[in-house]
């Protein structure tokens, strides 16, 4: 069974370790004990395989998850000992369940299915293979399966302080996302909470396109927002370079959401709200070495540095703007300012 060839890998490591030790505490003869490289060599990698929604350079949940896989595999010795496979441009739900269900039938120890979208496939995918740990964001269900973890971001936090500078800024701001759900939801939430905050007379006007990905939609919703005075725009996931573009092309502010938006908006973009999925990997894939496979919820926020705040040095922020902003964070991350999920 997998869990069986995770233990044996896990025993494979160990027992390489120590032969290295015994190695160093060995003779100053100069002869070399291959018997260490041998055993780490022999030793299977542990397999990760992403599905996801768009490609890794999306501005979105994508480029998030691999950014982050790639910061783990280092940390973990590279390629050899944590492989990644992935299948990008899942947009249709079909075509990743199908993907989905290939990887576990691989033998990937974890497969991450990266939309909202896949939730569904993953409660029918997953009974089938119980020795597979599925984990799919960003919606907080695991479905009560014991091999499902599910992760989520309390984006209303660094949407609270994305509005606090806002509404600074201007009384007029604009929101365009695509469905008013999850961790969109949230950041709208947080957002219009920061606002009124700091500026009870501004208002937030917000428009969803019904798409994730149609970013051209998505700048001809910002188009239609300037037409009623907005002087600051926000959004979030991939459709979001459509709203950036138009931001830094008009001269408007803009505040990013899921990644650092300023290469696509280097002077207009004053701050993004950025997730750090490797939070939430690096603890799961500890607990599926110890052989939990799921069961649990596990949420990014300002506390556990699963969010930041990018601030933009190429966008002019005033220095009592930029202070409310980093206030803002404080009071949230110690639990003086309540925002929802």
Do not use: H
Request: include cysteine; aromatic fraction near 8%; charge should be negative.
């Amino acid at each position: 069974m997998k869990q069986t060839r995770r233990v044996v890998r896990l025993m494979a490591l160990l027992l390489a370790m120590a032969l290295v030790a015994a190695a160093c505490g060995d003779d100053d003869s100069g002869d070399t004990d291959t018997t260490a490289t041998t055993a780490a060599a022999t030793a299977e990698p542990f397999r990760v395989a992403l599905v996801l929604p768009s490609t890794s350079g999306d501005f979105g949940i994508s480029q998030g998850v691999v950014t982050g896989m790639e910061r783990i595999q280092t940390e973990r010795g590279g390629p050899a000992s944590f492989e990644i496979a992935s299948s990008e441009n899942m947009f249709v739900v079909d075509d990743a369940a199908a993907a989905i269900r290939d990887f576990a039938s691989r033998g990937f120890d974890v497969v991450i299915a990266a939309s909202s979208a896949y939730g569904s496939s993953i409660e029918e995918i997953a009974p089938d293979f119980p020795d597979v740990s599925f984990v799919w964001g960003t919606n907080p269900e695991t479905f009560g399966l014991p091999n499902v973890y599910a992760f989520s971001v309390r984006s209303a936090q660094g949407g609270y302080v994305g509005g606090v500078m806002a509404a600074l800024l201007s009384d007029n701001i604009g929101f365009v996302g695509p469905i008013d759900v999850g961790s969109i939801a949230g950041s709208l939430d947080g957002f219009q909470a920061g606002a009124a905050a700091s500026n009870p007379g501004a208002t937030v006007l917000d428009n969803f396109t019904n798409s994730f990905s149609d970013a051209a939609l998505a700048a001809e919703a910002a188009r239609a927002m300037l037409t009623s005075n907005v002087e600051v725009l926000t959004s979030q996931t991939e459709m979001g370079t459509g709203v950036a573009t138009v931001a830094e092309e008009e001269g408007v502010a803009f505040f990013g959401n899921d990644a650092d938006f300023s290469p696509v908006a280097p002077t207009q973009t004053y701050a993004s709200q950025v997730f750090l999925y490797e939070v939430a990997f690096r603890q799961i894939f500890d607990q599926v070495g110890q052989g939990t496979l799921g069961g649990e919820v596990i949420w990014l926020d300002f506390a556990n540095d699963g969010i930041e705040i990018a601030f933009n040095d190429g966008y002019d922020l005033p220095a009592d703007v930029k202070a409310a902003g980093e206030q803002a964070i404080a009071d949230v991350t110690s639990g003086a300012v309540q925002v929802g999920g």
